[in-house]
């Protein structure tokens, strides 16, 4: 399995952000990731994309946001009049004083969703198509404000996270803002390779069953038993992607007791198995 690049982006610290605009792009940038935000309008062709742990189709447009240090990769057939436009931008932007002023909410809550990536609706697609096309035209003080329209756009539209909820369990904290499911999420990231049980949870925050369980899903938006499921098998994937363990040793290496039970859930979660999982990735990867 090959190594999941890191990218040096060519954002220096004077920069508020850059356009990296690529008519006729050739994919041919291997998984990757850096340390910088990125929005990226692929246009006029089709194939697959890789964030985190979501490997999807896409076709004809394609407007995703990713956060810093996600793994990431379109590999798109080379389609005559292609065109790709990516804009990247520090993750300080989230330090920023600006973005704790009440008119910067939404976007600030933008940039904290995107760390598990996001894909746009159609509707978004076709309306950030137009502003995003026309910023590779601007320049001056103008392209500020026409960044920061795109990102207020992107911030109050519809949209799909593309990694698995778990994958970064911070999210789910971030979200909740309970100290109570911290403390749950730390614990579960500490011990999903063993038998966790809803009851020992429930004890940890001196909740009983019942109640810790519509606690647990009123503030995570997720049931228990779905939530340590679904970190189990982002594990996995980076299992997967990363190592040369056999099936059974990442089943009971991510906390499943039974081998058929893990390729079972796997494919439901994930829409294939794991060998297929794993098989798709190599292809992925190897083809640069």
Avoid at 1 to 10: A, G, H
Wanted: aromatic letters at 10%; one cysteine or more; charged letters at 25%.
């Amino acid at each position: 399995m090959k190594e999941i690049q890191k990218e040096i982006t060519p954002l220096s610290a004077d920069d508020l952000f850059i356009v990296l605009n690529h008519p006729s792009a050739k994919f041919d940038y291997p998984v990757h990731h850096h340390s910088d935000f990125e929005i990226n309008l692929v246009m006029d062709t089709y194939g697959k994309r890789i964030v985190g742990d979501s490997v999807e189709d896409f076709s004809t447009l394609d407007l995703v946001m990713i956060g810093p240090n996600v793994p990431h990769a379109w590999f798109g057939e080379i389609v005559e009049n292609n065109h790709v436009v990516t804009i990247q931008f520090s993750d300080k932007l989230l330090d920023f004083p600006i973005l704790e002023k009440r008119l910067f909410n939404s976007i600030k809550t933008l940039m904290l969703e995107a760390q598990r990536g996001l894909v746009f609706s159609e509707k978004t697609q076709l309306e950030i198509k137009e502003k995003i096309l026309k910023l590779t035209k601007m320049q001056g003080f103008q392209t500020v404000l026409e960044f920061l329209s795109i990102l207020h756009s992107l911030s109050i539209a519809d949209r799909r996270v593309l990694i698995s909820n778990q994958y970064d369990s911070q999210a789910v904290v971030r979200t909740s803002k309970s100290r109570r499911i911290t403390k749950v999420c730390e614990y579960i990231e500490k011990n999903y390779e063993e038998p966790i049980k809803l009851g020992e949870v429930a004890a940890l925050v001196n909740i009983s069953e019942s109640a810790f369980s519509h606690f647990f899903k009123k503030k995570t938006n997720t049931s228990f038993i779905d939530y340590l499921t679904n970190i189990r098998i982002a594990h996995a994937c980076q299992l997967l992607t990363e190592t040369t363990h056999s099936i059974a040793e990442i089943c009971y290496a991510c906390g499943f007791n039974n081998l058929s039970n893990f390729i079972r859930t796997f494919k439901k979660k994930k829409g294939n198995t794991p060998s297929e999982h794993r098989t798709l990735i190599e292809q992925l990867l190897i083809k640069y």
